[in-house]
């Protein structure tokens, strides 16, 4: 009897190769055409994490440039990077001059701001994809794909094994030192202008007790933006990078 249910088993999950699943992907979330023709993104949303609850405009543009600003009881805190260097404020902590990011928060700042995120165009990018197999995601079977980043950050995406959209990311980065591992899962996608966009995510720190949820109340593609709204205030413009060096 054993046989015979080992076969069973293997019909129902068929396996796919990495370009094929990968293919699939890029297929629900729009096709590789329109993901490629955005330029940029501005997400309205409004965050919940323990007893603070603020609004949040984030924006996000090729060449790896994004700008997040945060307002809570009136008051504005953001951060930016340029594509190289990166700025933040602690408005809440009572500090309104922008200072430079530091070099674990640059970092990870710049591995997050991936508009088409690192599945597309993967090689181009320099980062490293491998297909892990199935897993089980809360009760349901899911694609996961170990993905390096050029960076060395680790992240490991987890693909609905029906539709093949994103469901779920862990991120391994260094952090001053120390491996720190974040959950980021992602739900109630809509399609706008042909793309389909996870209108809420759930983010925590793994082992830890906070989460932060988020809920997006607009999605805009390809706004009129500038690149001095990412610039550092009162800095001068970003280098333009030597051969060799890509964004």
Same mark, same amino acid.
């Given at each position: 009897?054993?046989l015979?249910?080992?076969?069973?088993l293997s019909?129902?999950? =068929?396996?796919?190769?990495?370009d094929?699943?990968?293919?699939?992907?890029?297929?629900?979330?729009?096709?590789?055409?329109?993901?490629r023709?955005v330029? #940029?993104q501005?997400?309205t949303?409004?965050?919940?994490?323990? &007893?603070?609850?603020?609004q949040?405009?984030?924006?996000?543009?090729?060449?790896?440039?994004?700008?997040?600003?945060?307002?809570m009881?009136?008051?504005?805190?953001?951060?930016a $990077?340029?594509?190289?260097?990166?700025?933040?404020? #602690?408005?809440?902590?009572?500090?309104?001059?922008? $200072?430079?990011?530091a =070099?674990?928060?640059?970092?990870?700042?710049?591995?997050?701001?991936?508009?088409?995120? =690192?599945?597309v165009? &993967?090689?181009k990018?320099?980062?490293?994809?491998?297909? !892990?197999?199935?897993?089980?995601?809360?009760?349901? =079977?899911? &694609?996961?794909?170990?993905?390096?980043l050029r960076?060395?950050? $680790?992240?490991?995406?987890f693909?609905?094994?029906?539709?093949?959209?994103?469901?779920?990311? $862990?991120?391994?980065?260094?952090?001053?030192?120390?491996?720190?591992?974040?959950?980021?899962?992602?739900g #109630?996608?809509?399609?706008?202008d042909? !793309?389909?966009?996870?209108?809420?995510?759930?983010?925590?720190?793994?082992h830890?007790? &906070?989460?932060?949820?988020?809920?997006?109340?607009k999605?805009?593609? #390809? !706004?009129?933006?500038?690149?001095?709204?990412?610039?550092?205030?009162?800095?001068?413009?970003?280098?333009?990078?030597?051969?060799?060096?890509s964004?």
């Amino acid at each position: 009897m054993l046989l015979p249910l080992l076969a069973l088993l293997s019909t129902a999950t =068929p396996t796919l190769t990495l370009d094929e699943v990968l293919q699939k992907n890029y297929a629900a979330r729009g096709g590789l055409e329109k993901l490629r023709s955005v330029q #940029n993104q501005r997400y309205t949303m409004h965050n919940e994490g323990g &007893w603070v609850t603020f609004q949040t405009v984030q924006t996000v543009a090729r060449g790896l440039k994004s700008r997040s600003d945060m307002t809570m009881q009136g008051m504005t805190q953001s951060s930016a $990077i340029d594509g190289f260097h990166g700025w933040q404020t #602690n408005t809440f902590g009572g500090r309104k001059d922008a $200072i430079d990011m530091a =070099p674990d928060d640059l970092k990870a700042a710049l591995d997050d701001a991936d508009l088409d995120g =690192p599945l597309v165009d &993967w090689k181009k990018k320099g980062h490293q994809v491998e297909l !892990v197999g199935q897993e089980d995601l809360d009760g349901s =079977p899911a &694609w996961k794909l170990k993905v390096t980043l050029r960076s060395g950050t $680790i992240e490991y995406v987890f693909l609905d094994a029906d539709t093949f959209i994103d469901l779920k990311v $862990i991120t391994q980065r260094t952090v001053r030192g120390a491996l720190v591992e974040y959950e980021t899962e992602f739900g #109630n996608y809509e399609k706008v202008d042909g !793309v389909m966009v996870p209108m809420s995510f759930e983010s925590r720190q793994r082992h830890s007790n &906070w989460t932060s949820r988020t809920t997006v109340d607009k999605v805009e593609f #390809n !706004v009129k933006v500038d690149d001095s709204f990412f610039a550092k205030p009162g800095a001068p413009a970003a280098t333009v990078p030597s051969k060799g060096e890509s964004r």
